[in-house]
């Protein structure tokens, strides 16, 4: 399948975001990445108009008509292709800056993450088990260093450094399954109780719960 948002418009929205006269307002592109797969994610949908600011700078406007229409299109787009690809959770192709491998960098991405949870309404600590929340967090916290600095807060022994950097290390290569995870835990909680299931996790090529006869990926498997 072509990509839905090609690299000419992820080009096109990069240079926008990283212009001299806003950068330093903005996110950048991955953030924004890490910020829409939060937000297609969680327990109810949110519009381009509450987490549109936090992209672009609470402070900031558009110099026209014209540029508002691109750049709201381009972000659109890009929040449909990051849910698309949460929803066919057939794997994930992050925007990433820095090096590949061991040393790629997650950070900015990750706290684009925590972004999108915290524009949750209603937020993700009123409907999630306390602990569900801690397991779905904990990789983007860590990534960002702040389950570190969480931690010796509270006066608490924080790992050694190789056992951390084994730690960040298993958490960037579980990161696209653990993105998966977290959708299907929501998607899972918004299906009604009339015909939610008990028993094992929901097969993408199982018949959907919903009793529509379809296959689950082919029904509310694939919805936002």
Wanted: proline content about 6%; charged content about 30%; aromatic content about 8%.
């Amino acid at each position: 399948m072509p990509a839905q948002f090609p690299d000419s418009d992820l080009d096109r929205l990069e240079a926008w975001l990283n212009a001299d006269e806003r950068i330093d307002h903005t996110l950048a592109v991955d953030a924004v990445q890490g910020l829409l797969a939060a937000v297609t994610s969680g327990p109810q949908q949110l519009p381009i108009e509450t987490w549109l600011p936090e992209v672009i700078g609470r402070d900031q406007s558009f110099a026209s008509a014209q540029e508002e229409r691109e750049i709201r299109d381009l972000l659109t787009r890009f929040a449909q292709d990051t849910a698309r690809q949460l929803n066919e959770a057939e794997g994930f192709d992050f925007v990433l800056y820095g090096a590949e491998g061991d040393d790629e960098d997650l950070a900015s991405w990750a706290e684009g993450y925590l972004i999108g949870v915290d524009l949750a309404d209603p937020p993700w600590d009123e409907e999630a088990d306390a602990e569900d929340l801690d397991n779905m967090l904990f990789p983007f916290l860590a990534l960002t260093g702040q389950a570190k600095q969480l931690a010796l807060d509270a006066g608490e022994e924080w790992m050694e450094q190789e056992d951390e950097a084994r730690l960040l290390r298993e958490v960037r290569e579980g990161l696209a399954s653990h993105l998966l995870d977290v959708r299907e835990y929501w998607f899972n909680k918004s299906i009604p109780g009339t015909v939610r299931r008990e028993g094992p996790r929901i097969g993408r090529n199982d018949p959907c719960p919903c009793g529509s006869g379809k296959k689950y990926k082919n029904c509310h498997g694939t919805g936002p």
